[in-house]
């Protein structure tokens, strides 16, 4: 009986794994929570959802939901924002590998982050505040100029949502959002940069295909000035505290 209880507190000690193994591998699982969390997916959706409603992109996108269709309008115009995070993704890593090709040893793209997060949210800020209450801003007016250009709907289908993409990406190229993601790609994960940018245009392209004209009239370009610029400003912060 003794050494058949020896043989299994044998067995259990050698199956089971000794106590610092595990929480080595909670320590391990924990991280990885923590980087997921820090990752940047959050704060590209809360910054890219808040930079495109009522923006340039967003009336292009209602306006050609009612010129043509709705789905029309949301395939080519998310299409054209998921191809320039792509590339605003893949911009923010070419920043992200300057310090370790020059060898400076200082945190170059988190700087150019904080920098640019900081300079978009002064002029966003500076902007909401010259903005009257009830005063519209460029962003609509810019639109329908954009759309002035825009055929005749044809019976080519294909040939509508080229057009569509081409639009909102012309109007995308430059702007604040795409900017922004740049800076975040070069700061933060990329995959979940882009993963947390693409959600954002595309639930701020659902709500503008479906109703985009009703929703302007109640949007205040000034408020989403300031909480956008706010945002901005935030995210700089942030950025600068994660670099002492």
Known sequence: MLISACMALGV?????????AITADLSMVGGQLSRFGDSGAFQAFSLIFVSELGDKTFFIA??????FSRAISFVGSLGALVVMTGISVGLGQLFHSVPSFFETGLPIDDWIAIVAFA???????KEAYELAPEEKGGELVDAEEALSTVKDPVENVV???????????AAEFGDRSFLSTIALAAAQNPAS???GAIAAHAIATTLAVIGGAILSKYISEKTVGYVGGSLFILF?????IGLG
Request: hydrophobic share 70%; net charge positive.
């Open 12 to 20: 259990l000690a050698v199956a089971s794994p000794p106590a610092n």
């Open 159 to 169: 040939a509508l949502i080229i057009q569509t993409f081409t639009l909102v990406f």
């Open 62 to 67: 209602a306006l050609l939901a009612a010129k």
């Open 193 to 195: 940069v882009a993963l």
């Open 119 to 125: 300079y978009f949210g002064f002029i966003t800020l």
């Open 236 to 240: 700089a912060a942030l950025t600068a």
